[in-house]
């Protein structure tokens, strides 16, 4: 963008590091972008709100009119920037260092440029003008170097170049040993294990079948709450449908081998264990729907990552910040919108992910005070939802959990202990379903209670009054009773509402052959 390659002059020459010297090293900003000259940089700091991003270059201006130019195409180029970054609006600010001004007016030019959503400012810094620009800066940025800094002789000069660069050879070296601490392994473990189990699914009748999740260990919480405990763990190891084991391993694949290589194996391993027991001990809380899936423990590395940029922010958004928070926001907005998904496990997971973090810090750092009060906020989070859950009923049940387990100890002849479960609903303020009532009837039916089985079937009917097992159990019962014209009305009835029910028709022919 020069107007002239003139050489610069040593004073010009010390100005341009000295300002560089001052952003890079005492501001903290980035440099992202070096011209080959070395006289045209972009750097950034997310951090400072009033100027994102800062393109320092070093000029010889004559007219004004290209001065307005460079001016124009810097703002064009601030917002390509934002645009790329992901950012809602940028302020920018351009400072130039020249040896002079333009020989002609120029100052319609200083003006703030608008391009887009991008703010652009200028500031001109030339050898018989220091003091305007620094007094300028100083809205910008909390201090500012002093006038005399900037002068000296060339080596000075030289030598804030030398800093400049080494402190970005530095920063990128640290860099790549935070990013690169560890290489991923258990990330792999896990995706295989997720697979083996899949298959194991499908082979015993299904990933999608209920009795196959409630074998191998889905979150189920009447289970749960009949003591067995490791469905908080084992849910993460299994999924329901090809589709969704698909999407959750691309997930732990991308997000896994990230945070594993920050934090290293043993720290991801804890971190995603402890995340998708988080996540079942919220679903466990606040969902009553049998539940399966990774999704929790893949949160906790949403949250992993969002402990990295709570702590250091700026290298967090200047790497994959806005990235990572878009895309935590989709999914908790499709969780929230989409029916049948376990957002409760997800945010479970998101703040089980983030208290787990908090545990572990980074390796090779310290930070105890902090990691004992992030020690004590998860033992807090799990103590709470453990003792709500068991101890005062908040576990979250409904009629279809609490049927399909009355159903199960039913087929293996346990009556007794199916109707415990299913009286203690009801009693305990639960919501039965026209099934709860039906799976009653049936069981006081058996034993000879048959005023007791008929109120049942009642309300079972009630409920649902195309319930056809219901009536016909009805008038089996009255007919029993010898209330003929009652059975009757309830035979026909079942029979009207399954009409390829041969059973119903034999049994309204019977009755009224009678």
Not at 120 to 141: C, D, I, Y
């Amino acid at each position: 963008m020069d107007e002239s390659s003139d050489e610069m002059t040593t004073q010009t020459n010390l100005i341009f590091w000295r300002l560089a010297y001052f952003f890079v090293v005492e501001q903290e900003y980035t440099l992202t972008r070096l011209s080959q000259d070395r006289r045209e940089m972009l750097l950034e700091n997310r951090s400072v709100k009033k100027a994102a991003i800062i393109r320092l270059s070093q000029q010889n201006l004559g007219w004004a009119a290209s001065l307005g130019r460079d001016i124009e195409q810097t703002a064009w180029v601030g917002e390509r920037l934002r645009k790329q970054r992901g950012m809602r609006k940028l302020n920018m600010l351009n400072v130039m260092v020249s040896p002079h001004q333009p020989v002609d007016e120029f100052s319609q030019f200083m003006k703030p440029v608008q391009s887009g959503k991008t703010q652009t400012a200028v500031l001109l810094f030339t050898e018989e003008n220091l003091g305007g620009p620094l007094q300028e800066l100083e809205r910008f940025m909390e201090s500012v170097p002093e006038q005399r800094e900037f002068e000296g002789a060339d080596d000075e000069a030289a030598a804030y170049e030398r800093a400049v660069l080494s402190h970005e050879v530095k920063r990128k070296e640290e860099e790549n040993r935070f990013f690169y601490y560890g290489k991923p392994f258990f990330t792999y473990v896990f995706t295989a294990v997720n697979v083996i189990m899949f298959f194991l699914m499908t082979i015993a009748g299904g990933s999608t079948a209920t009795d196959v999740l409630i074998q191998f260990g889905a979150k189920f919480n009447p289970l749960i709450l009949e003591g067995e405990w490791w469905r908080f763990i084992t849910p993460v190891f299994l999924h329901i449908g090809l589709l969704h084991l698909l999407m959750n391993s691309m997930a732990l694949y991308y997000l896994g081998t990230a945070v594993e290589q920050i934090y290293g194996r043993l720290r991801f391993l804890w971190i995603y264990l402890f995340s998708g027991f988080t996540g079942s001990l919220l679903s466990f809380l606040l969902t009553p729907n049998l539940s399966a899936g990774a999704s929790g423990a893949i949160f906790g590395l949403f949250g992993a990552l969002l402990y990295f940029g709570v702590t250091k922010p700026k290298l967090f958004f200047r790497t994959m910040g806005m990235n990572v928070l878009v895309v935590i926001g989709i999914n908790l907005a499709f969780g929230f919108t989409v029916p049948g998904i376990d957002n409760a496990g997800h945010i479970g997971g998101l703040i089980g992910g983030f208290l787990a973090t908090g545990i572990v810090h980074f390796p090779k750092k310290r930070r105890i005070l902090q990691q004992l009060l992030f020690l004590a906020a998860a033992s807090t989070f799990v103590a709470v939802g453990l003792f709500f859950g068991f101890q005062h009923g908040y576990a979250a049940l409904d009629a279809q959990s609490v049927n399909i387990q009355a159903a199960d100890k039913l087929q293996d002849g346990n009556k007794q202990e199916a109707e415990r479960i299913l009286s203690n609903f009801i009693q305990k303020g639960g919501q039965p379903s026209a099934e709860t009532y039906f799976y009653l009837g049936v069981i006081k039916a058996g034993d000879g209670r048959l005023e007791e089985a008929a109120s049942h079937f009642k309300q079972a009917v009630r409920l649902r009054s195309n319930f056809s097992e219901a009536h016909y159990n009805l008038a089996l019962i009255y007919s029993s009773q010898g209330r003929q014209e009652e059975a009757l009305q309830a035979a026909e009835q079942a029979a009207a509402y399954a009409p390829n029910e041969q059973t119903y028709e034999d049994l309204v022919r019977k009755l009224n052959n009678e």
